[in-house]
T-cell receptor, first 113, second 114 residues
Framework: DAKTTQPNSMESNEEEPVHLPCNHS???????IHWYRQLPSQGPEYVIH???SNVNNRMASLAIAEDRKSSTLILHRATLRDAAVYYC??????????????FGTGTRLKVLA | DTEVTQTPKHLVMGMTNKKSLKCEQH?????MYWYKQKAKKPPELMFV???????INESVPSRFSPECPNSSLLNLHLHALQPEDSALYLC?????????????FGQGTRLTVV
């Protein structure tokens, strides 16, 4: 399984952009890059995913390096409700065609009022 | 309905007990997952079911026994657990094919083994 590496923690001021990095140097050509976040006492929640091109949705943007060995989740204006652990995941496809979602260590984001 | 529902939310069991965790989804997803999460650690994959068949077992001890009775339900049967098995158990589901295969997670069952 390809692995991801993330900083343990980051801080941001409210209303400011946040860039959460992820390294995945052993990514394979078929691995999709997914981001999930986990708020306290809740299950993980999908944020965004992509393969090669940068992606935007209502929650965030995902910037993927040209060589796909790293990616950055961008929260455009952090709010207190964005305080969570953010996980960068490589969605792996196994021989049977089933997907595996393997979590990295995650980044704990603290948002300061 | 984009929910994955897990019951019970909390469970305390003795080491000689037999109990089951339940997970249900009605999104038509054909892949379902069990994860184990210890405090301040990321979720660890345990089992994957695809079209009601066990597709992946990540070398999980036999005291954990998964079951997928139909495409909407996933159970995890527990027997003779150890205190170190205390954790948050998360269920997830996703479409098995296609590009938009985000996973949906339940809120988890917090298990305490005494």
């Amino acid at each position: 399984d390809a692995k991801t590496t993330q900083p343990n923690s980051m801080e941001s001021n409210e209303e400011e952009p946040v860039h959460l990095p992820c390294n995945h140097s052993t990514i394979s050509g078929t691995d999709y890059i997914h981001w999930y976040r986990q708020l306290p006492s809740q299950g993980p929640e999908y944020v965004i995913h992509g393969l090669t091109s940068n992606v935007n949705n209502r929650m965030a943007s995902l910037a993927i390096a040209e060589d796909r060995k790293s990616s950055t989740l961008i929260l455009h204006r952090a709010t207190l409700r964005d305080a969570a652990v953010y996980y960068c995941i490589l969605r792996d496809v196994v021989i049977s065609g089933t997907y595996k979602y393997i979590f990295g260590t995650g980044t704990r984001l603290k948002v300061l009022a | 309905d984009t929910e994955v529902t897990q019951t019970p939310k909390h469970l305390v069991m003795g080491m000689t007990n037999k109990k089951s965790l339940k997970c249900e989804q009605h999104m038509g997803h054909r892949a379902m997952y069990w994860y184990k999460q210890k405090a301040k650690k990321p979720p660890e994959l345990m089992f994957v079911y695809s079209y009601e068949k066990l597709s992946i077992n990540e070398s999980v001890p036999s005291r954990f026994s998964p079951e997928c009775p139909n495409s909407s339900l996933l159970n995890l049967h527990l027997h003779a657990l150890q205190p170190e098995d205390s954790a948050l158990y998360l269920c997830a589901s996703s479409q098995d094919k296609g590009l938009n295969t985000e996973a949906f997670f339940g809120q988890g069952t917090r298990l305490t083994v005494v």
